[in-house]
Structures are given as structure tokens and as C-alpha cells.
């Protein structure tokens, strides 16, 4: 299964780094979720597929944008502060420019019944490739009915009932936490108990 693979051993430098979200940056025609999970989970392996998603969920809660947040955990995950300010430094450096130029571009031609058809086009693009990253990280969650109560909240409360985002995300974050930290608690405990009635019942042995 591919989000049990082990990620790379070898931990990436800020150079390698620095480039890497660079080439994500400029192929990341489409949408940048599909790309980044394509060279880091899969070329790379920098991260399992449950790690890529544990690292995103946290992005999409974090201020900002949620890959950019990726990125900077990624970064600091393998090189330090370092690391954060290369990522962040490929990911912006040429596609700024890139996004500027763009932009006059479709200032000048946007109304052209010729981009407006290609616009079209891309669209229906950017969906399927949204729709093969969402199915990819549903395929790295646990096969409990707990995480997938947790998408389906969060998909009829933002996609069905429109609620804002954050009224459904945060809610959803705190007990998710909660519930993760009250399962190793009890784990923990469990863990605990058996070893104290293991040592019981060998002192009433002796």
C-alpha cells in the first residue's frame, strides 16, 4: 500500500530542497496539491502518503496557505530554519514572476473568446487533478470509521451546508486532537495497568 512505504533515509538539504519546490512551482500547472504529492510522496519519498496528509491537514488549519505551510514544516523537518527558507524561497522565487506576467497578460487578452475557451478547458483539468489528490489522500487514512466521519463532517458541513470555513475546520481540529490524545491516554494507561498486575501478580508468586 503506498502510504505505508518507508519514507527516504536520506534527509535533503536546503539546496536540494530549495530546487525541488522550484521544479513544484513550475510544473505545478493544474494544481499544486497534485505535483507536490507526486515528486514528495512519490518520487522523493520524503514523506508516506499518511505523512503527506497529516502535514497538509495541518496547513489547511495553520493561517495561510496550506501548501505553503507544508512547505515550510517539510523544510524544517529535514534541514532547520535552513531548510523553511529554502523551500519557501523555490516555491516563490520564479513563479512570482511567472504569476505577474501572467497576470498582464490576461489584463490585455482575457476577454478573448479564444482564452476564454482555453480558461474553460484548464478548468475542468484542475478538477480531475483535484479530484485524483483528494482520492489519494483518502486512500492514506486509517481504515477506522473514525477519520472518515471526520471528512464527511467537514465535506456536508463546508461543500453541502456552506458554512464557513473555519466554523466547520476548527471545531473538527479541537476534537479530532482531543479524541487522538484521549485514544494514547487510555493506550498509555492500558499499558501501565498490565505491567503493575504483571509485577503484582510475580511479587505474589515469590
Not at 495561510?64 to 517539510?74: D, E, H, S
Not at 523555490?90 to 476577454?111: C, D, E
Amino acid at each position: 500500500m503506498q502510504g505505508a512505504r518507508t519514507p527516504a533515509t536520506r534527509k535533503p538539504g536546503p539546496r536540494e530542497l530549495y530546487f525541488t519546490y522550484l521544479l513544484i512551482a513550475l510544473a505545478g500547472s493544474g494544481g499544486l496539491l497534485f505535483w507536490t504529492h507526486r515528486i514528495i510522496v512519490e518520487k522523493k519519498r520524503w514523506l508516506t502518503s499518511s505523512e503527506f496528509a497529516e502535514y497538509y491537514g495541518l496547513g489547511q488549519i495553520i493561517p495561510g496557505a496550506n501548501l505553503f505551510n507544508t512547505a515550510l514544516m517539510l523544510g524544517h523537518r529535514y534541514a532547520g530554519p535552513r531548510g523553511m527558507l529554502a523551500a519557501i524561497g523555490g516555491f516563490v522565487s520564479l513563479s512570482f514572476f511567472i504569476m505577474v506576467g501572467v497576470g498582464v497578460f490576461y489584463q490585455h487578452f482575457g476577454s478573448h473568446p479564444v482564452i476564454a475557451r482555453a480558461l474553460n478547458g484548464m478548468a475542468a483539468v484542475v478538477i480531475g487533478l483535484l479530484l485524483a489528490s483528494s482520492i489519494k489522500l483518502a486512500l492514506a487514512m486509517p481504515r477506522t470509521w473514525r477519520p472518515w466521519l471526520f471528512i464527511v463532517l467537514a465535506f456536508g458541513g463546508v461543500g453541502a451546508i456552506r458554512l464557513p470555513l473555519l466554523w466547520v475546520a476548527v471545531p473538527l481540529a479541537i476534537a479530532s486532537v482531543w479524541l487522538a490524545w484521549h485514544d494514547d491516554a487510555r493506550s498509555g494507561g492500558g499499558r501501565g495497568g498490565g505491567g503493575g498486575g504483571g509485577a503484582g501478580a510475580g511479587a505474589s508468586g515469590a
